[in-house]
């Protein structure tokens, strides 16, 4: 069975990477997503196991301990971290597995994994940003300040990731993260000896 592909999707929080990734699920039906655990408080219509794990930290520190984690990391004064176990499982399985996680997270999982596929995506322009984040109405203003000074510093990181997707119309968006997922389905990897030998045997 070939192995399912990593996806990582990162970028500034209000650039829209929820509805793109549940847009490209509904596209993609061997796409699953990871959820993550995390020791933040749980935000209006967000459930436990639908949208994260919500945990204690001392929860939290514990699954570090057990090494748990395929990575974690320390973002705006919680944890955040994403199961190892399942996705793993998962992705030997055959199925995609979607992570949305922060620019550290990434990094982390391109050194444990190498074949993840990481794409970043931006907002049309940080004038844009500041309207959704202010739109979304979920955080306070000093909060939303702090979004914003962090998403300047993000935007240089684009250069790490392997993608970049500018999210200014969703639906385009999603099309084209879509398109990386099936290309990536095409890269010659490990199983290319497999299919050359086939061809050779005929
Ligand atoms: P939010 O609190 O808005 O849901 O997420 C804040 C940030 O944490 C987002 O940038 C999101 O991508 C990131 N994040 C969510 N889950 C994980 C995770 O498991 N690991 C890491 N490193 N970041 C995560």
Not at 8 to 15: E, L, M, N, Q
Not at 98 to 118: F, T
Not at 159 to 172: H, Q, S
């Amino acid at each position: 069975m070939k192995q399912g592909r990593l996806i990582v999707i990162s970028g500034p929080s209000g650039t829209g990477k929820g509805s793109i990734i549940k847009k490209v699920m509904e596209r993609w039906p061997a796409a699953e997503f990871s959820i993550s655990m995390t020791t933040r408080g749980k935000r209006e219509g967000e459930e436990h196991g639908v949208h994260y794990y919500f945990a204690t930290r001392e929860e939290f520190e514990a699954t570090i301990e057990d090494g748990g984690f395929l990575e974690w990391a320390d973002v705006f004064g919680n944890y955040y971290g994403t199961p190892k176990a399942p996705v793993e499982k998962r992705l030997a399985e055959g199925a995609d597995i979607i992570l949305d996680i922060d620019i550290q997270g990434a990094m982390n999982v391109r050194k444990a994994m190498p074949g993840a596929v990481l794409i970043f995506i931006l907002p049309p322009s940080i004038k844009e940003l500041r309207r959704r984040l202010e739109h979304r109405g979920t955080d306070a203003q000093d909060v939303i300040e702090k979004r914003l000074a962090k998403a300047l510093t993000e935007i240089g990181t684009a250069r790490e990731y392997d993608y970049v997707v500018v999210n200014d119309d969703l639906d385009v968006a999603a099309e084209q993260v879509l398109s990386i997922v099936q290309a990536s389905h095409l890269e010659v990897d490990e199983t290319i000896e497999e299919t050359i030998r086939r061809y050779e045997e005929e």
